[in-house]
Protein backbone atom coordinates (compact mmCIF):
# COMPACT_ATOMS: atom_id res chain seq x y z
CA UNK A 1 0.00 0.00 0.00
CA UNK A 2 0.78 3.95 -0.76
CA UNK A 3 0.21 6.11 1.39
CA UNK A 4 -0.48 10.35 -0.61
CA UNK A 5 -0.53 13.32 1.60
CA UNK A 6 -0.75 16.40 0.07
CA UNK A 7 0.21 19.83 1.04
CA UNK A 8 0.60 23.37 0.05
CA UNK A 9 -2.68 24.26 -1.03
CA UNK A 10 -4.17 27.74 0.07
CA UNK A 11 -5.73 31.09 -1.07
CA UNK A 12 -3.71 33.12 -3.65
CA UNK A 13 -4.74 36.32 -5.47
CA UNK A 14 -4.78 35.70 -9.75
CA UNK A 15 -0.93 36.12 -10.92
CA UNK A 16 0.52 34.07 -8.06
CA UNK A 17 2.41 31.14 -7.32
CA UNK A 18 2.00 27.96 -5.46
CA UNK A 19 3.68 24.41 -4.88
CA UNK A 20 1.95 21.57 -3.72
CA UNK A 21 3.72 18.76 -2.31
CA UNK A 22 2.63 14.75 -2.05
CA UNK A 23 4.92 12.39 0.29
CA UNK A 24 4.46 9.17 -0.38
CA UNK A 25 4.72 6.57 2.03
CA UNK A 26 4.20 2.82 2.31
CA UNK A 27 6.80 1.91 -0.99
CA UNK A 28 9.12 3.10 -2.99
CA UNK A 29 7.43 5.28 -5.91
CA UNK A 30 10.44 5.91 -8.10
CA UNK A 31 9.32 3.83 -10.35
CA UNK A 32 5.96 5.08 -10.15
CA UNK A 33 3.58 7.02 -12.55
CA UNK A 34 2.65 9.99 -10.60
CA UNK A 35 0.06 12.81 -11.13
CA UNK A 36 -1.96 15.43 -10.10
CA UNK A 37 -5.63 16.06 -10.66
CA UNK A 38 -8.07 18.23 -9.69
CA UNK A 39 -11.79 19.13 -8.92
CA UNK A 40 -13.75 22.29 -8.71
CA UNK A 41 -17.44 22.03 -7.32
CA UNK A 42 -19.92 20.68 -9.36
CA UNK A 43 -17.35 19.48 -12.01
CA UNK A 44 -15.36 16.24 -12.72
CA UNK A 45 -12.02 15.37 -11.77
CA UNK A 46 -9.44 16.15 -14.42
CA UNK A 47 -5.91 15.62 -15.64
CA UNK A 48 -3.47 18.29 -14.56
CA UNK A 49 -0.04 16.69 -15.08
CA UNK A 50 1.60 13.37 -14.67
CA UNK A 51 5.27 12.05 -14.42
CA UNK A 52 6.27 8.38 -15.51
CA UNK A 53 9.19 6.65 -13.80
CA UNK A 54 12.97 7.48 -13.00
CA UNK A 55 13.88 10.35 -16.07
CA UNK A 56 10.34 9.07 -17.60
CA UNK A 57 8.06 12.14 -19.45
CA UNK A 58 6.14 14.42 -18.31
CA UNK A 59 2.67 15.64 -19.48
CA UNK A 60 0.10 18.34 -18.71
CA UNK A 61 -3.45 19.02 -19.78
CA UNK A 62 -3.80 21.99 -22.44
CA UNK A 63 -5.05 24.09 -19.67
CA UNK A 64 -1.78 24.07 -17.29
CA UNK A 65 0.53 24.07 -19.99
CA UNK A 66 3.11 26.58 -19.60
CA UNK A 67 2.24 27.39 -16.35
CA UNK A 68 2.32 24.38 -14.25
CA UNK A 69 5.44 22.10 -13.98
CA UNK A 70 5.77 18.76 -12.02
CA UNK A 71 9.12 17.49 -10.59
CA UNK A 72 9.69 14.54 -8.63
CA UNK A 73 12.33 14.08 -5.64
CA UNK A 74 12.44 10.62 -5.38
CA UNK A 75 14.99 10.55 -3.02
CA UNK A 76 12.36 11.64 -0.65
CA UNK A 77 9.27 10.00 -2.10
CA UNK A 78 7.60 13.33 -2.83
CA UNK A 79 6.34 14.69 -6.12
CA UNK A 80 5.52 18.71 -6.67
CA UNK A 81 3.42 20.61 -8.76
CA UNK A 82 4.60 24.11 -9.24
CA UNK A 83 2.01 26.67 -9.94
CA UNK A 84 2.63 29.61 -11.43
CA UNK A 85 0.71 32.57 -13.36
CA UNK A 86 -2.84 30.83 -11.38
CA UNK A 87 -5.88 32.07 -12.58
CA UNK A 88 -9.39 31.78 -10.78
CA UNK A 89 -10.67 29.14 -13.01
CA UNK A 90 -7.57 26.89 -11.36
CA UNK A 91 -9.55 26.71 -8.24
CA UNK A 92 -9.97 23.58 -7.34
CA UNK A 93 -8.99 20.61 -4.83
CA UNK A 94 -6.24 19.05 -6.28
CA UNK A 95 -5.14 15.44 -5.17
CA UNK A 96 -2.01 13.54 -5.97
CA UNK A 97 -2.04 9.86 -7.23
CA UNK A 98 0.32 7.20 -7.99
CA UNK A 99 0.27 4.26 -10.13
CA UNK A 100 2.05 1.24 -9.71
CA UNK A 101 1.96 -0.46 -13.16
CA UNK A 102 1.73 1.84 -16.19
CA UNK A 103 -0.99 0.90 -18.52
CA UNK A 104 -1.49 3.77 -21.33
CA UNK A 105 -3.62 5.84 -19.91
CA UNK A 106 -1.61 8.45 -17.72
CA UNK A 107 -4.49 11.39 -17.85
CA UNK A 108 -7.15 9.22 -16.71
CA UNK A 109 -8.31 8.13 -13.50
CA UNK A 110 -8.82 4.69 -13.39
CA UNK A 111 -5.03 4.15 -14.59
CA UNK A 112 -4.09 5.53 -10.51
CA UNK A 113 -3.83 2.81 -8.18
CA UNK A 114 -3.69 5.30 -4.88
CA UNK A 115 -5.20 8.74 -4.02
CA UNK A 116 -4.50 11.03 -1.80
CA UNK A 117 -7.08 13.06 0.37
CA UNK A 118 -6.70 16.76 -1.43
CA UNK A 119 -5.60 20.05 -0.95
CA UNK A 120 -7.54 23.11 -1.19
CA UNK A 121 -6.63 26.05 -4.01
CA UNK A 122 -8.47 28.92 -4.29
CA UNK A 123 -7.24 32.11 -6.81
CA UNK A 124 -8.64 35.35 -6.00
CA UNK A 125 -9.63 37.24 -8.92
Known amino acids: QVQLVESGGGLVQAGGSLRLSCAAS????????MGWFRQAPGKEREFVAA????????YYADAVKGRFTISRNNAENTVYLQMNSLKPEDTAVYYC??????????????????WGQGTQVTVSS
Open 51 to 58: SRGSGGST
Open 26 to 33: GRTTAAYV
Open 97 to 114: AADSHYRGAITQLREYDY
